[in-house]
């Protein structure tokens, strides 16, 4: 029986070396590659692939929160083999029930093991319902550890900022600024959806599709045109931001207006 495949890599030399590894395996279909989480979520959706190769360190959505999303939209989980450069989520990668985990770079037996694992647990069921509630429990605790603080480049230097020193995020022309207490820096993530999926979504907010904001970093709502709203920040620019007509209603809820 053929094994479908999809490897997600934010490396385009990882994606293409796992390819070139696969390409002579027998009874096997690369049927899809994606550079991020989000487009992991999305090919495992359209495709239901047996197997997938899933990378842990990834901007904005990593492998451990990809599964987390394939959890809360209720898809079914493929076999999942995570890939890294660094063993220390060895651990981690089985207690999300991996069937494999592989070391960078590759090596081709090794590559093939997890092939050979995966076809002779082809036919046994996805992990069953009672333990989902493990897993995201899990993954919550793996995310906690994980993401308190956040990548930023500045000058051609790259920082590592604290979550609750962010005030807010933009988007223009493809590139996200974003705006911390001390300083001010680009992110690698490619979309504001991207960014949020990283962030703590108890701290921050889509005020409007153009901007991200930390909840405890808004100094000032502001009465605008039409029953609208303009939020005033406490960086040192007291930066306004604007409120979507679609999230007046959220800011009303959070402030009691």
Known sequence: MSLSVIIVD???????????LLR????????????????????IKENSP???FLDVQMPGLDGFGVIKKLVEKKIPLPKIVFSTAFDQYAVKAFEVSALDYLLKPFEKKRVLQAIEKARKTQDSDVPPNE?????????????????TKVLLKANNRLFLVDQKEICFASIEDGVITVVA?????QSNCRTLEELLASLDSKLFWRAHRSYLVNINRIKEVVPWFKSSYQIRMDDKKQTEIPVSRAQTRRLRELFGL
């Open 10 to 20: 934010d490396e385009q030399l990882a994606r293409d070396e796992l390819s070139y």
């Open 181 to 185: 207490q001390n300083m001010e820096g």
């Open 131 to 147: 333990k989902l509630d493990t897993l995201v429990k899990l993954l919550e605790e793996q995310k906690t550890q994980t993401t």
């Open 24 to 43: 002579d395996v027998e009874d096997l279909d690369i049927i899809g590659q994606g550079k991020n989480g989000l487009e992991a979520v999305t090919l």
């Open 50 to 52: 047996d197997l997938v």
